[in-house]
């Protein structure tokens, strides 16, 4: 029976003190979770909470907010898992005994030159069914498409060979369950097996509230004479057509259902979808990790705030008020993203600034943001502040709150303290 609950990403096990050994991500939407990624996360985890580790703890947590790292130490590795929301204590005694049986049967008698030269994403394909086995993966989406890619031959006992004539790359997970006549059970179970061997990854994964940005890349799909360019008009034409009109609403706040809405007019729904998947394909775009949404939605936060503060202090002053709060913000990525003039300013959504930061530097600038959030409440003149406290939470409640789901506002009630602080005896 597989335990469900438990929200978790992404599964890497490493030697103590070296090398990454294994890497399984259990949510195919996990794009921005790679090995070294958070193989280097967990060094910096490994750094900040030394007396911990110290003291031999078999087993400790850092919430980040956005996500949650749990850390569970073996005989000779540490299991570090990458979760969303909060923690099952169901799935501990698996993952401990998951650990247990990788090291005393799976590394138990390799070679330092075997280990540094594991192929982690696709390696121990029997150990990697064994954990399908004991815990689902997050929800696999009907309409999602499998696509089979190359893993050098490694394959386990088990290797989804019953949907394997069925997977083209165009048929979705739903399609496949129809022409197959196993049953969408068995389908998926098959699929989350070669998808745990690394055999296939998924097209059409986004969902209508995903939130896009584009990268550095989608600016050579743009120039005329580029060879990305040339590439793309080869193998996806119809993505040419589309790609002027969309690149601009692109810009690091729109959703996915936003964009598609918003040329209904001239474009079928599925023509926008399948653009959008060729796009988040070639790198040209990228759904907004949990870090980047916590940093969009303060970044919405302070624009309604100044917008509200306009309103009830006038346009000069609730300028006034972010040229001193932006004063005291030595961060770059943070007052980067902000084009000011003399009489005018506006946020840059879609700054290249973020493009490749890993998570640990994402929270560290939600935490900027946070705080520049709070600096600009705290600089507001105190004879009309309650009006704004009021015309504020309403705003935040009408589109804020409906915009964004719980595990992005997780942490936001630091706000209502500032808030509340501000208004205290007025």
């Known amino acids: 029976m597989q335990l469900a609950g438990h929200n978790i990403q992404a599964l890497l096990i490493k030697e103590r003190g070296g090398i990454p050994l294994f890497f399984m991500k259990l949510d195919p939407k996990a794009q921005d979770l790679d090995p070294m990624l958070v193989s280097g996360f967990f060094t910096a985890i490994q750094s900040f909470s030394k007396e911990v580790i110290e003291r031999d703890s078999s087993m400790f947590q850092v919430d980040y907010g956005a996500r949650l790292y749990t850390v569970i130490s073996g005989d000779v590795t540490d299991f570090v898992i990458v979760s969303l929301g909060e923690w099952d204590d169901e799935v501990t005694p698996v993952l401990k005994s998951l650990l247990e049986e990788f090291e005393g049967i799976w590394i138990k008698d390799l070679s330092t030159e075997e280990k540094d030269t594991l ?15 004991n815990l689902s993966f997050r929800k696999l989406s009907g309409s999602w498409v499998p696509v089979l890619i190359e893993t050098g031959g490694k394959r386990g006992k088990k290797s989804g060979g019953k949907v394997l004539p069925f997977i083209n790359g165009i048929n979705t997970i739903d399609e496949i369950s129809k022409v197959s006549e196993l049953g969408t059970n068995e389908v998926v179970a098959e699929i989350t097996k070669l998808w745990a061997l690394g055999r296939i990854k998924f097209g059409s994964i986004l969902n ?23 590439e793309l008009q080869r193998r996806n034409p119809e993505v040419i057509e589309l790609l002027p009109r969309l690149s601009m609403m692109f810009d690091g706040r729109r959703s996915v259902g936003a964009i598609i809405d918003g040329l209904s007019g001239e474009y079928g729904d599925n023509q926008v979808m399948n653009v959008i998947d060729i796009l988040l394909e070639t790198g040209a775009i990228v759904a907004l990790s949990p870090e980047k949404r916590r940093v969009l939605l303060l970044q919405e936060a302070l624009e309604l705030a ?21 004063k005291k913000v030595p961060v770059t990525e943070v007052a980067g993203v902000f084009r000011m003039t003399e009489t005018s300013w506006s946020l840059d959504y879609n700054s290249r600034l973020y493009e490749g930061l890993d998570p640990r530097r994402l929270m560290g600038l939600s935490a900027e943001w946070m705080k520049l959030l709070a600096q600009y409440i705290g600089a507001l003149e105190k004879d009309k502040i309650l009006k704004f406290a009021e015309a504020l939470t309403e705003i935040y409640q009408s589109y804020l709150f409906e915009r964004y789901s719980s595990l992005d506002l997780r942490g936001f009630e630091e706000f209502t303290f500032w808030l509340e602080i501000n208004c205290a005896g007025v």
């Open 119 to 133: 192929s982690i994403d696709v390696e121990f394909p029997d150990f990697r069914e064994g954990i399908v086995e």
């Open 208 to 230: 209508r509230t995903d939130i896009i940005a584009s990268t550095s890349k989608i600016d050579r799909l743009l120039q005329l004479s580029s060879p990305q360019r040339i």
């Open 306 to 326: 100044i917008r509200v503060a306009e309103k009830i202090y006038g346009p000069e002053a609730a300028k006034l008020f972010l040229d001193n709060a932006l």
